[in-house]
């Protein structure tokens, strides 16, 4: 009996929190009311910005914003559990085996992430900086996105490659 109380507190207090996270993220990135979260543990940080579009839905990603930095997220899309979408990361052509407290610093990728409109991220997928997926494209669960994609592909893998074009009645 008592656990289960303890149980439901834990539940309310848990929901209270991400409640009021995302009500702080809807008015710092000035979200549309039908940009939707889904289950708690999104998380957005950093200094950079983020943008969305009508009626799109994010399920406890990570989005790193960089300073002056920039993800946006079209309208329609759907971003699924544990993706990461990064605008900064170590490079990794440069040469790791540097001091991180010295004068020196390694050297990064840096830059914006566009999700265009009618885009599906599945599951566990990371997005590395400075990448533009097309719209209309899904990008398969567990992929590793390096590249650009062009609009209307399927994409999977690591690193992420085109499965097929998506042959839809009146688009090309």
Not at 130 to 152: L, M, R
Request: with cysteine; hydrophobic share 40%; glycine share 10%.
């Amino acid at each position: 009996m008592i656990s289960s109380i303890a149980a439901r507190i834990f539940t309310f207090l848990e929901h209270s929190k991400w409640k009021y996270t995302y009500s702080n993220y809807r008015k710092k990135y000035n979200l549309p009311s039908s940009f939707l979260f889904g289950a708690h543990g999104t998380l957005i940080y950093g200094e950079g910005t983020f943008l969305a579009g009508e009626c799109s839905y994010v399920n406890q990603a990570w989005i790193q914003l960089a300073k002056d930095a920039c993800v946006r997220v079209g309208r329609n899309c759907r971003i699924a559990h544990n993706v990461r979408i990064y605008t900064e990361s170590m490079d990794p052509d440069s040469d790791l085996d540097v001091d991180p407290w010295g004068d020196s610093e390694k050297k990064k990728k840096f830059g914006d992430v566009v999700i265009e409109d009618g885009v599906w991220i599945g599951a566990n997928v990371f997005i590395n900086p400075g990448i533009t997926i097309g719209s209309n494209s899904v990008i398969g669960a567990n992929s590793v996105v390096t590249k650009d994609i062009a609009p209307n592909s399927i994409m999977g893998g690591v690193p992420a490659k085109l499965i097929r074009v998506k042959h839809i009645e009146g688009i090309r």
